[in-house]
């Protein structure tokens, strides 16, 4: 055809790295409700980790004395409960420092376990392609068909309540997810339009891979992971909560609520901390994801 | 469209088939229902003969073949405690449940679907950053603790309503609230989404260059195009709300729905009902995803004729 | 209400410059934020559509075609797209600043778009026939059975064949031509006074592209329309235009009768679009002598003119200096320092040097 269209490489000039990565640090940090929230996490993950060192109190001592003490604030409080105590008199603050080593050491564990074996069948999946991969997809279609949370309970009463049991009962139900990414992750790769235009431009594999493939895996995996991990917490705090994840005494948020669930009516404070901890959990997540991925899709940006 | 009915037809049995076989197995395999009928003091040589006349000695396999030739007659057995028929056990709570369930999937949607298309007809602006967050707060709720605290406000604070039992419209009002509160946040979520890439494609354009009002565009073509993706989700919320927010809910508030018997039914370890309940609960997903393929039939009506 | 002013910019040729033009667009600005760098797209474009003409606009991708003419109807998106400066008048009105409720009404009815991608452009779950009686209905307040006949009519009118069994169909058991046949059909179901057609062939096979061509200029005459086609192809712009007007980086550079276009051409960036037309007989490899260079980068906002990089007749004056539309000798007008006698030896040499490439 008589087309005067000309290669327009102004419309798809590719956005250099650094610039990206700038560009994205910049939009980021400027959006106060991500760092907010980030910030929040990060002091979550890091008292969790740090929890004997932060902790004021350990979170197992029993003191009968000072049974269900009111948070510093309410009448009868006291700085040395902060946020008060539960029915055995262990401090409220402590126990759920604690118990978020336990909820998110647990979503931890399983990201790595469902993560990485997921991820592997994805990438083989995606790299020997023909019947493994058709089988794996069909598996997978099947089982993220099932709403698993049914499921997770049986098998947690048949085989027991415990930690172990329940990482691994949730990473089962983790993993299709990041197989089913690893995967796309795995096609796309072989054909993708950037890549091939960074090869003919002359570019080194290992400056195509960190050049332009990672910042595209990066922000959608991070995603994955991020809202993965709160839906993990979220089962985790049910479970125990129902008495088939983590077993008393372990601290842990779910099983918390569960414990101080009787008397809620005269010690509200043992029901709401635990509540609360999770709620900044999952939000803080939440927030952090859905703003990533603003930043790092610039035709989402003006949808916000 | 024939072709893709008998599709999903296999795909159904399957997961019915594939749900009850892993809660046999995880039962039959893992747990030791002998152990769990007779008293821990029943001495070992009791415990065998008993095991020998249940047919619990057989290898797993056979007794499997047992089950399934029989669950496929709908013959899961008898409650080990209750003595009659595990299905109908699994069934008879059901009613209450889908009683509350309708109602909030309808509340979560209808609310879900009008803020959803509020905001995403208005991107960027107060109205749509108000509607986001609130999405995302209902998405992080620990239902654990959303319940209880509605409980405790409206409850022992206000009291408004009731704390728990089945009866009155009153009863139904918190445990409504609470189930509705994540399927909302998330219905809110993908409509908006949803109808921000429809409202960018060339029709809406076309639309807009005919004259026609906003809200003509949007509610008379850019929301039948933007249906599929809030049906799925609004079908997937639904499943998760009868199959698992129940258990949850229904126990905090006492309501004697599926979830109250299935929780009941674990925790007395009650095998024969706890593989039933886990057949209805995947006969309700099956239910579900027949509902959302006709609704999408209907929105898109170009499907018929593929 | 601002009265429309006739500037010497774009009411061009003495001839029929007393006339007042069916729509004028003056100093048209408008900006696209994108991430944190704003795309000028239109840098004050002025041009006038007058009674009964088809007014070409040519230009490279990126130019400012679509975004100009969506925005003479309000339609582009806002956010991220924005109207900083200018108007737009017709019938008195300034419809950059006419209420929503007002713009609507002319919408379809006076002005009618038709678009490039006749396979997204219709809405794919409502019937072919719905989409042109709900604008029947909306404009000329026809009763539903009224409005289902007179679309039954459009139908036949665009060559549909079977038009009453089509009206129930659905786009997707129509073919790319005969989709764009339903869209001039919705397009011109209201008599509407102009047509702007934004490539409205692109998309289509050359044998489908005349038939649509033909279909359109056949409608104008009968329904007394003026046409704004939007193009790339010079091609049709000899066989469908009386005036043209070349677009470079959001500006028109050049306004001028088609004829004289294409034999007088103005502008530097007209010559090398004129030379990037292939002749026929060569092979698809080597048919565009394409203009060197890259097209201008519209995120950044500098003096001077904007083909500077790329003009082969570029001077100091024009680096730091944007030139303005002004009358050519020819009647025309073209925004560019160069003088006419160096303009016309860029034009014999590189149709030269075009002769010699297909002599090859
Ligand atoms: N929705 C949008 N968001 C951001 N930038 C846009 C948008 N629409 C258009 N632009 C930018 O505006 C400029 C002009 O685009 P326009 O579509 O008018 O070009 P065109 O001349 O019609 O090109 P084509 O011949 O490819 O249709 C381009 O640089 C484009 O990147
Ligand atoms: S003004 Fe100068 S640079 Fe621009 S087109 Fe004319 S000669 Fe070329
Ligand atoms: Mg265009």
Redesign the pocket.
Known sequence: MNSI?MA?T??VRPIRSAQRILDFLNHFSRDKFATAALVIFSALVLSSVFADLVAPHDPLKQDLLNRLKPPVWVEGGSWTYVLGTDLLGRDILSRCIHGGRMSLGIGAAVIAMGGVFGSLMGLLSGYLGGRFDAILMRYIDFQISIPYFLLALTIMAAIGPGTLNLIIVLSIGSWPLFARYARSIMMSLRNQVFIEAARVAGGKEVAIMTRHVLPNILSPLITLTTLELSRIVLTEASLSYLGMGVRPPTPAWGLMVQEAHDYLMIANWAVTTPGVFIMITTLSINIFATRLRISTDPLQRGKH | MYKLAMHRLGHSALLIFGVVTVVFFTNFLLGDPVRVMLPASTPPEAVEEFRRQMGFDRPILVQYWEFITRAALLDFGDSWWQKSPSLEIALRPFPATLQLGIVAIALASLLGIGIGLFAGARPGSTWDKLATSLSILGVSLPLIWFTLMMALVFSVWLGLLPTAGYGTAGHMVLPVVTLAALPLGRTVQITRASIIDELAKPYITTARSKGLSERTVILRHALRNALPPIVTEIGWESALLLTGYSIIVESVFGWPGFGFSLYHAILTRDMPVIIAMAFVAALVVVLINIIVDIIYVIADPTIRKT | MAEPEISSAGSGSEANGAERPLLSVRDLN?E?T?GEST?H??NGLSLDLRKGETLAIV??????????M?SVLGL??QP??KITNGHVFYDDKDLLSLPSGELRKIRGKEISMIF?DPMTSLNPTMTIGRQITEMLELHLDMKPSQAKERAIELLDLVEIPDPSTRFGQYSIEFSGGMRQRVMIAIALSCNPKILIA??PTTALDVTIQMQIIQVVNELRAEMDMSVIW?T?DLGVVAGLADRVIV?YG?RAVEIADSEDLFYRPQHPYSIGLLNSVPSIAEPVSERLIAIEGLPPD?SERRDGCAFYPRCALASDICKNNTPRLEAKGTGGQAACFASPGDVARLTEGSAAQQDNASAQ
């Open positions: 269209k327009s102004s419309s | 408008v696209f994108v795309v797209a239109v230009g490279e991708s990126g130019s400012g075609k679509s975004v100009s969506l582009i998106p991220p797209g490039q934004d490539e939007i790339h677009m959001g519209l």
